[in-house]
Each structure stands twice: as structure tokens, then as C-alpha cells.
């Protein structure tokens, strides 16, 4: 059986399209956990008519709000041999299960990756699929995993794994409390350090679907930007020691990791061009990216574009943060 946890919070018009598109699969042992918390809309009364017409819909309440208290939640309440993610506004391609419990299966793995669609009420319901260098059907260790995670060859978004749910034994392979950004990445880091084997599959199977009032697309006022750059750098160092202590012959690759997510943080202060976050976050930034740069491959011509507009600060002259946007999206 595979136990799908959904958190819902604030989502009642989505909820039905994701829990259907998951209950249609044609993969019927399922367990799907719609783990509401604290919702102000009419998720839980959605929810609750959910789970009366399909027994395999369970609705369980949290107390607390937060996506990762409520993931937390529902991991420790699965029941199923595998554990799949998604956020209650997506969906669920066709063929995602019996596909993703073969790939397990038949490679041994412990985690299996696929990959997914991006889209918002602008675009067609067919988008693209938006991997960089997805890696096929390659098996990996834990540490080769990792090194391609923190390269770009693949994202680390929950909701595009499937896992045995042993790995939950472990107490470390669950979601960070008070961390509303990173939160994917710091649990994933997690989830592949536990396993073995690491499979994938090629093909995208999950829709993801951008609100303008989700959380990420909140994250451009002047206290969201502060939030999510503590956040960021509390997780970053947080896997830095679990780095140096689980994987350190990786270090090199997260310390580069490290140096790009300073790069980026440096181009969205440039764009937001608050006075106040910039005389909080600019120095900081910059020493991270003088910290790890060295890490860098010196070889590859944005990476010393990096350099030099840090060097020179140029980021913060809005224009020089547009382009550089710009020039290193995807990198």
C-alpha cells in the first residue's frame, strides 16, 4: 500500500482536484492522508465530504499550523510500505504509482525521483516538463545522490519522491520545525542520506500548480524576504554539520551549493531593493559567497561572472540584479 500525505491548509477550492486525481490512480492500494490544519476556509467540511465517499481518504487535524508540522503528522500516522508527498492545490499524472512502486521495486531502491510539470492559471494544463538534467534511470548511493542533488541535476522538491517507509525509523528524516523555507530541501537531504539505493524515473507525473497567494508567491514583501533568508541560512548550516559529519567527502559540492544559493540571495535583495534588508543581508551574503566560492568550478564562464559581480558589488544596483536573474536562471 502506498500512504500519499497532503497538507491542507486554506485550499478548499484545489483539494478535490488533488485528493481525485490521486484516489482515480490506477493503483488502488492507497492510503491518502488529507492532514488539515488550522484552515480558515472550508477545507476541513471538503475534506471530510472526501473522505465519505472513498474510505481510502482519511482526515486527520492538527492543532498546530504549519506544512511541516502537518507532513510530520501525517508520516507518523502512515500506514502504507511506501510514502508519497503533494500539496493540496496539485495533481497527480495518470500512472504515477504503478510506475513509481515499479521502479522501486525492480531496482531495489529506496527513494525513487520523478519529474513534474510547472504551471498557473496563465498556462495550458499540458506544460512542459522542467528537469535540467534529469538522471534517467541511473541507480545511485546515498553520497553520489546527494553530489547530483546539490549540482542541479535533479530537484529536491518532496512531492517528487517516493520512499520505503523504513526510512522513517530514522527520527532525523522528518521536516524542520520553524523553518517555513527549505523546508523540501533540508528533509530531502535527510530522506537520501538514509538510503541505499537512489532510482529514478523519467518522466513527469506531477502537476505543480503556482498560486499567486501561495507561500512562495508571498515571499516578495520586505518580511518575507527577511523570513525566508533566516530560514535559508538556518537550514544551510544545519546540513553543513550534517555534511560534515554523515557525508564529508561531499563537502566540496556543498560549499559550492552554498556559494550559488548566496549568489541568488544577493540577486533577489537586488530586486526587492529594500534599504533596510540590504543593510541587514548584503554583508552577510557576500562573506557566505567569499566563504565558499573557492569551491566553485573556475572553469565555468557564470561562475566567474559570479565572482566578479560580487567582487565589484554590483548586485545590489538593481539593473546588474535584473540581468544577472536573467543570465543565470536554470544555474
Known amino acids: 500500500m502506498v500512504s500519499f500525505i497532503i497538507p491542507v491548509h486554506n485550499v478548499e477550492q484545489y483539494v478535490e482536484r488533488c485528493a481525485r486525481s490521486i484516489a482515480d490512480q490506477d493503483y488502488k492500494a492507497l492510503e491518502i492522508l488529507l492532514v488539515e490544519n488550522g484552515s480558515s476556509d472550508g477545507s476541513l467540511a471538503a475534506c471530510e465530504r472526501l473522505a465519505r465517499e472513498d474510505a481510502r481518504i ?29 500539496d493540496a492545490d496539485d495533481w497527480l499524472a495518470q500512472g504515477a504509482v504503478t510506475d513509481a512502486v515499479s521502479r522501486l521495486e525492480k531496482s531495489a531502491a529506496d527513494v525513487a525521483f520523478y519529474d513534474y510539470f510547472n504551471s498557473s492559471e496563465k498556462t495550458d494544463s499540458s506544460p512542459r516538463p522542467v528537469h535540467l538534467t534529469f538522471p534517467s534511470n541511473q541507480l545511485l548511493d546515498s553520497a553520489t545522490a546527494l553530489t547530483w542533488m ?106 559550492a551549493f552554498s556559494a550559488r544559493l548566496a549568489f541568488i540571495d544577493l540577486i533577489s535583495i537586488g530586486l526587492l531593493n529594500n534599504k533596510l534588508i540590504n543593510n541587514k543581508w548584503q554583508v552577510f551574503l557576500e562573506e557566505k559567497f567569499v566563504q565558499y566560492k ?19 558589488k554590483l548586485l545590489h544596483i538593481r539593473i546588474c540584479a535584473v540581468l544577472a536573474a536573467k543570465c543565470m536562471r536554470g544555474h
Open 58 to 86: 482519511k482526515v486527520i487535524q492538527s492543532a498546530v499550523t504549519g506544512v511541516s508540522i502537518a507532513r510530520n503528522l501525517g508520516i507518523e500516522r502512515a500506514s502504507g510500505d511506501y510514502l508519497m508527498f503533494a
Open 150 to 255: 546539490l549540482e542541479g541535476r535533479f530537484y529536491w522538491n518532496v512531492w517528487q519522491t517516493i520512499s520505503k517507509r523504513e526510512l522513517f525509523t530514522d527520527s532525523s528524516v522528518r521536516f524542520p520545525k520553524g523553518i517555513y523555507v527549505g523546508e523540501d530541501l533540508y528533509f530531502t537531504y535527510h530522506l537520501i542520506g538514509a538510503a541505499k539505493q537512489v532510482a529514478f524515473l523519467d518522466k513527469a507525473y506531477y502537476g505543480y500548480f503556482q498560486r499567486p497567494d501561495s507561500m512562495m508567491g508571498k515571499a516578495r514583501t520586505v518580511e518575507a524576504m527577511d523570513k525566508r533568508l533566516c530560514d535559508t541560512w538556518d537550514m544551510q548550516q544545519k546540513l553543513w554539520n550534517y555534511t560534515v559529519e554523515r557525508f564529508p567527502m561531499q563537502l566540496n559540492a556543498y560549499a
Open 294 to 312: 573557492d569551491s566553485l568550478n573556475y572553469r565555468d564562464l557564470k561562475n566567474r561572472i559570479r565572482i566578479i559581480l560580487v567582487q565589484f
